[in-house]
């Protein structure tokens, strides 16, 4: 059992937030977090903030990255339900709700909170990239997460030519070969 010896970062990382016992991580905890690490393993448990934000929200622990009481944490809820993607159709009503927010944001001077969506966007490519490499899913899924992370990657990169782009690849062979099964049984 050198396994259980052993455990891996991930495996810390948990381990470490439970000790915690907090019912929601903000930048604070994960830094506690990262700073644990780097105490139990020297410079083998070096690990970014990111990293350890995308461990958490994987085991379904709560991840508050605003704590003010102003616009940004007033949305902090409907950002951590936006990230829920499982299927393709999901996915793209996320990109939905967060081009939405963002041009909101950016229509109304609110900087920040428009900044937050960008960051809620790079977290959920991040995920979906995270789902993706991880061999022991399902491939069928990885594929997915993979057309999801490519998603998320156009939209940040290009959010005006997004959804002409998103309609142009949906009809594209490759899509139809890769995912038109699963895109109708969502549908």
């Known amino acids: 059992m050198t396994h259980q010896d052993h455990p891996t970062k991930k495996e810390m990382i948990l381990e470490i937030a439970r000790e915690l016992a907090v019912p929601r991580f903000t930048p604070a905890e994960v830094e506690q977090i990262r700073r644990q690490l780097m105490a139990r393993l020297g410079a083998a448990g070096k690990t970014s903030a990111d990293y350890i934000a995308g461990v958490l929200e994987t085991a379904g622990m709560r991840i508050v990255w605003s704590t003010k009481a102003d616009t940004e944490g007033q949305y902090e809820d409907e950002f951590q339900d936006l990230l829920h993607f499982a299927t ?77 782009w998103l309609e142009v690849r949906k009809s594209s062979p490759d899509f139809q070969r890769r995912f038109a099964k699963s895109a109708s049984a969502d549908a």
Do not use: Y
């Open 88 to 164: 393709l159709e999901d996915a793209e009503m996320c990109m939905v709700r967060l081009d939405e927010l963002l041009r909101k944001f950016q229509s109304e001077g609110e900087q920040a909170a428009a900044e937050r969506v960008l960051e809620v966007a790079r977290l959920g490519r991040r995920r979906a990239e995270m789902i993706a490499r991880n061999h022991k899913v399902d491939p069928e899924k990885r594929a997915e997460k993979e057309e999801i992370m490519q998603w998320f990657k156009v939209w940040l990169e290009t959010p005006d030519a997004f959804f002409d």
